[in-house]
């Protein structure tokens, strides 16, 4: 049974459902200031996770490249188009005011849906769940993902809760294949891929404190091409420096 994943999938729903429920009783100072807490600790996260790094240059490479590609394609675009019609759906039971322009409602649901969906705390917990059975990890993301739900929710409004649905999917689908992705790793292949996971949430800290932008839906690609390069790195190009 993947618990942690549920847990955190139940985190971000009826963190959702509250804050939509209870934004009109939280002043903008108050939101504000916990928006930008929650910044924080994002990027706290992220430093953490990137710390313990083993190959800085496959890392560096892989959020170049990774970057690149999501640019390229346009990913973030669909990921906007998505949470479009994301937005478009819960609009048809519930009517959410919209409390912020467009463009900055866009950029606020994008970023959260990074946050939710593919943290690297978030992949690496699945991966974890998945292979021995230990949920902590999502567990603990679970606590900061239904506070940080309740507050984005009070100005996004419902919609927040309806990301738990394709974070479920993707969490689970990661959770299934932990026994073929895992026993291919090497513990500095996860270091590597965690401080790829960091340097999103450190992006994604950024959006949130809305210091800089930056492009977090288009980077997700390297968290798909950190591992590779990693291996490739270690069993390839090291041995030859």
């Known amino acids: 049974?993947?618990?942690?994943?549920?847990?955190?999938?139940?985190?971000?729903?009826?963190?959702?459902?509250?804050?939509?429920?209870?934004?009109?009783?939280?002043?903008?100072?108050?939101?504000?200031?916990?928006n930008l807490?929650?910044?924080i600790c994002s990027m706290m996260m992220g430093i953490y996770a990137i710390a313990p790094m083993k190959n800085m240059a496959?890392?560096?490479?892989?959020i170049i490249i990774g970057t690149g590609i999501g640019l390229a394609i346009h990913l973030g675009d669909w990921i906007n188009k998505g949470a479009a019609q994301m937005q478009h759906f819960i609009s048809r039971f519930v009517?959410?005011?919209?409390?912020?322009?467009?463009?900055?409602?866009?950029?606020?649901?994008?970023?959260?849906?990074?946050?939710?969906c593919v943290s690297g705390t978030g992949i690496y917990g699945s991966l974890t769940e998945g292979m021995n059975g230990d949920a902590t990890i999502l567990i603990a993301k679970s606590i900061l993902d239904f506070f940080t739900?309740?507050?984005?929710a009070a100005n996004l409004g419902y919609v927040v809760s309806l990301i738990a649905v394709p974070q479920f999917i993707?969490?689970?689908?990661?959770?299934?294949?932990?026994?073929?992705?895992?026993?291919?790793?090497?513990?500095?292949?996860?270091?590597?891929?965690?401080?790829?996971?960091?340097?999103?949430?450190l992006a994604s800290g950024f959006r949130m404190v809305q210091i800089k932008m930056f492009p977090t839906a288009d980077m997700i690609p390297m968290m798909i091409l950190?591992?590779?390069?990693?291996?490739?790195?270690?069993?390839?190009i090291f041995p030859l420096l």
């Open 1 to 34: 049974m993947p618990i942690g994943i549920i847990i955190n999938a139940l985190a971000v729903l009826l963190g959702g459902i509250l804050g939509a429920l209870g934004g009109n009783l939280m002043s903008a100072e108050f939101k504000n200031g916990l």
């Open 37 to 39: 807490t929650f910044g």
């Open 58 to 62: 496959a890392v560096v490479f892989a």
């Open 95 to 116: 009517n959410s005011p919209m409390t912020m322009d467009q463009a900055t409602f866009d950029a606020t649901l994008v970023t959260v849906i990074v946050l939710f």
């Open 149 to 152: 739900a309740v507050i984005f």
């Open 170 to 201: 993707f969490l689970l689908l990661l959770f299934l294949g932990a026994h073929f992705i895992y026993p291919l790793t090497t513990p500095d292949m996860i270091l590597d891929f965690k401080a790829a996971g960091g340097a999103l949430m």
């Open 226 to 236: 950190v591992m590779p390069i990693s291996w490739f790195w270690m069993q390839v």
